[in-house]
């Protein structure tokens, strides 16, 4: 079976598992703590990153565009990219939103602070978490929320009528969040209503059943009804 | 004619303004300093950020993954991407690669402390640079030009026989330090060997011609013979 190099809580990693349930790729799933810069992970990824994805071939895929991207030239059914070039440009923009402006802003520094520092050494950089940086994304955090609300406004999905790349990338992101119990959904409505139908995937299933050791999820986190 | 909105000094507008070059769609540019947080342009892109592609229909198509395979879903000839999988999947990869690895710890820090500062009022964090974080990416350098010399021993472009969105990308990024007169060519020969053929392509042409006001380029950056 093809292997899968990931961390739970990260969102690179949660978007390349969700792309391999909806495409029905079952993989299994080897955590790599990539900071620790084992030299075998380093000969499949010279970057040192996860995720990667193994093939029983030996073959490598590293990166998680390149990964989704790879998935969806070689698995073209069930496509998580509209056929049109315009409609593709828009999934890809809200991909790269999250990829880029939330994980700036909110997911990278939150899980930085509040899980991986967790399982690092001191030399390493671990340490308790730094409550000014995990405050000011909490704060922006509702920026992020306010605007899938406005796209939820006329739009059944974040880039159009159907699920694309840019909801399964915006609930990568969110769902680490959800873990650490960190996202008002309460006070976002229409962000809570796409995300409970998101949630209710079969490709979901796999993120809502993990435990990281230490560190058990809040208990809504695998609930439909939060 | 469509436009671009873009900076000079951007390694995400020049791999934008190459790709449109090696597709032959040409375009109008128009500076855009995202800093500065123009209304007008945030109703282009509510992310405020260049590039962002505006066609004469009124359409917009937003950042430079979105606009390069926008470009590569709607002029598939002259292609940027191998028709393999697995090799659009490498290319892909070491796209990644400068966008995020040689991004971080090379061209956005150095670019931020050498070009942008100096177009940036006190307010928006202008200054004089650190050189103790322009000294830390020039050492960083060192080590992705090594990697691109290890590649060129058994490959003619970055991902393979053909060129790819994988040189552009490099290429984007590099091209800027060159702007600025950053990189030790000289100590690199394959890498450098790799840049004269990109560098001759008539795609580069335009940002051979670029100028920023007050900041004059080395006299080798446009020559061919450097």
């Known amino acids: 079976m093809d292997q899968l190099f990931h961390l739970p809580i990260s969102p690179a990693c949660r978007k390349v598992r969700l792309a391999l349930g909806e ?3 079952e993989v299994e799933l080897v955590e790599e703590r990539d900071w620790e810069g084992r030299r075998e992970f380093l000969a499949l990824n010279p970057a040192g990153e ?8 030996g073959r490598t895929i590293c990166g998680a565009t390149p990964i989704v991207e ?11 990219l509209p056929g049109d070039a315009y409609a593709r440009a828009e999934a890809r923009r809200l991909a790269e ?6 994980a700036e802003e909110v997911s990278l520094p939150l899980i930085h602070e509040k899980v991986t520092k967790r399982f690092m050494s001191a030399v390493e950089g671990g340490g308790s978490p730094d409550m000014a940086v995990v405050r000011a994304t909490l704060y922006n955090v509702r920026y992020h929320l306010d605007y899938i609300s406005y796209l939820m406004e006329d739009r059944r999905w974040l880039a159009g009528e159907a699920m694309s790349l840019a ?10 969040l959800d873990y650490i119990g960190d996202v008002p959904w ?7 209503e796409w995300y409970v139908r998101l949630k209710s995937r079969p490709s979901f299933r796999a993120l809502l059943a993990d435990h990281v050791p230490g560190m058990p999820p809040p208990r809504v986190y695998a609930n439909l009804d939060f």
Chains 1, 2 share one sequence.
């Open 23 to 25: 495409k029905g790729h």
């Open 50 to 57: 996860v995720p990667v994805l193994l093939e029983e071939s």
């Open 70 to 80: 790879f998935l969806e030239d070689s698995v073209p059914d069930r496509p998580l």
């Open 97 to 102: 939103w999250f990829d880029k402006k939330f």
């Open 167 to 176: 909801d399964i990338t915006a609930a990568a992101h969110l769902s680490c």
């Open 186 to 192: 309460s006070q976002f409505p229409q962000a809570k």
